[in-house]
Antibody
Framework: EVQLVESGGGLVKPGGSLRLSCVASGFTFKTYIMHWVRQAPGKGLEWVASISSGANYIHYADSVKGRFIISRDNAKTSLYLDMDSLRLEDTAVYYC????????????WGQGTQVAVSS | EVVLTQSPATLSLSPGERATLSCRAS??????LAWYQQKPGQAPRLLIY???NRATGIPARFSGSGSGTDFTLTIRSLEPEDFAVYYCQQRTSWPPMYTFGQGTKLEI
């Protein structure tokens, strides 16, 4: 069974930093493109970042470019999101998601980890 | 940037009825569209990809149609567990950037 388990969320002050992790199991992690998608409280879904299977290609939403870094460790079947210069508007549930059909869709999602940015 | 507009924002129906949800793209996206279902406190679940293909394990009462700019998700004969929020999603060509519609809440 495919599982994606996120962790690392919490309460942080504006300007602070946080590292999110996602541990994958039940599939060959190293062969999949992976993504982070977030959802602000009571709002819709927003794609955040993508990373290719070998970490050669990385893409970010404009809203996080220059502040967030996506990375992965295929040996540990783990995906990461390093978040710096956090803003109030970064408050959201952050999901890791597995890619489906080469950068088209998201077929498996974790349960999410909550990030709250507040003074 | 392609904008996806979903309608209606809220759809009130009863179990056994047919639901028709709409997603309109601001420019043609061929059939590169997905639908997701999200229940309260849960992660989204992929229902439909490439506009009309059901994802693995999705019941046959869910169907998708459309191409270009107009897309429809149809749920034939609603079950109690179908009441949720539904999102459409697409990806621009390259570099990839993904957009979601604002969602349609399907309620009893």
């Amino acid at each position: 069974e495919v599982q994606l388990v996120e962790s690392g969320g919490g309460l942080v002050k504006p300007g602070g930093s946080l590292r999110l992790s996602c541990v994958a199991s039940g599939f060959t992690f190293k062969t999949y493109i992976m993504h982070w998608v977030r959802q602000a409280p009571g709002k819709g879904l927003e794609w955040v970042a993508s990373i290719s299977s070998g970490a050669n290609y990385i893409h970010y939403a404009d809203s996080v470019k220059g502040r967030f870094i996506i990375s992965r460790d295929n040996a540990k079947t783990s995906l990461y999101l390093d978040m710096d210069s956090l803003r109030l508007e970064d408050t959201a549930v952050y999901y890791c998601a597995r890619d489906y059909r080469d950068y088209q869709y998201f077929d498996k999602w974790g349960q999410g980890t909550q990030v709250a940015v507040s003074s | 940037e392609v904008v996806l507009t979903q309608s209606p924002a809220t759809l009130s129906l009863s179990p056994g009825e047919r639901a028709t949800l709409s997603c309109r793209a601001s420019q043609s996206i061929s059939t590169s569209l997905a639908w997701y279902q999200q229940k309260p406190g849960q992660a989204p679940r992929l229902l439909i990809y490439d506009a009309s293909n059901r994802a693995t394990g999705i019941p046959a009462r869910f169907s998708g149609s459309g191409s270009g700019t107009d897309f429809t998700l149809t749920i034939r004969s609603l079950e109690p567990e179908d009441f949720a929020v539904y999102y459409c999603q697409q990806r621009t060509s390259w570099p990839p950037m993904y957009t979601f519609g604002q969602g349609t809440k399907l309620e009893i």
